[in-house]
T-cell receptor, first 113, second 114 residues
Framework: KQEVTQIPAALSVPEGENLVLNCSFT??????LQWFRQDPGKGLTSLLL?????REQTSGRLNASLDKSSGRSTLYIAASQPGDSATYLC????????????FGRGTQLTVWP | GEEVAQTPKHLVRGEGQKAKLYCAPI?????VFWYQQVLKNEFKFLIS????????ETGMPKERFSAKCLPNSPCSLEIQATKLEDSAVYFC????????????FGQGTRLTVV
């Protein structure tokens, strides 16, 4: 069974800080890992997708890394802004389970001005 | 369409009533997934489709839940005789393939059973 854990559960930082959100998974036989953002009362917005053969992906101020062998991924957010405030979720695709995603509980991020 | 469209956004049902939720996947996406978000951020997989065929239904509570994806119609998730514990946000996602590609999620339907 795949278990996905995200640490910390909540994070509150002043604007401008660089932050790291952590995601760990118990079964390293994954196909890919996806980071999402969820705003209150809204759906999930896909941020980055890392294939199992990749080490990292970048999009603007976001950088996600993947260490499959140790079962870890990090999402790095540079120069955080109040608009980054949201819940960040990571989800893994085991490949063997036909595209089904296993989600962590998320990190609730608050960036204050 | 360019996004996954879910309707309605909110649904309130009395205990024992039927609830039906709809999802229009992104055009060209062959795979549709339904998830239930309960409590705070706990996502539970329900069912997936490849076009109109059930792909994986291992997460479905079969006694009251059913789902369909028919050609030229939105996909649907139906709950017969709703219970209080069915209160949750139901998300639909679509992707081009079953694995290895990005999953795109709709805005969700918040079901409240009273």
């Amino acid at each position: 069974k795949q278990e996905v854990t995200q640490i910390p559960a909540a994070l509150s930082v002043p604007e401008g800080e660089n932050l790291v959100l952590n995601c760990s998974f118990t079964d390293s036989a994954i196909y890919n890992l996806q980071w999402f953002r969820q705003d209150p009362g809204k759906g999930l917005t896909s941020l980055l997708l890392i294939q199992s053969s990749q080490r990292e992906q970048t999009s603007g101020r976001l950088n996600a890394s993947l260490d499959k062998s140790s079962g870890r991924s990090t999402l790095y957010i540079a120069a955080s802004q109040p608009g980054d405030s949201a819940t960040y979720l990571c989800a893994v695709d085991r490949g063997s389970t036909l595209g089904r995603l296993y989600f962590g509980r998320g990190t609730q991020l608050t960036v204050w001005p | 369409g360019e996004e996954v469209a879910q309707t309605p956004k909110h649904l309130v049902r009395g205990e024992g009533q039927k609830a039906k939720l709809y999802c229009a996947p992104i055009k060209g996406h062959s795979y549709v997934f339904w998830y239930q978000q309960v409590l705070k951020n706990e996502f539970k997989f329900l069912i997936s489709f490849q076009n109109e065929n059930v792909f994986d239904e291992t997460g479905m509570p079969k006694e009251r839940f059913s789902a369909k994806c028919l050609p030229n119609s939105p996909c649907s998730l139906e709950i017969q005789a709703t219970k209080l514990e069915d209160s949750a946000v139901y998300f639909c996602a679509s992707s081009q393939r079953d694995r290895g590609t990005e999953a795109f999620f709709g805005q969700g339907t918040r079901l409240t059973v009273v």
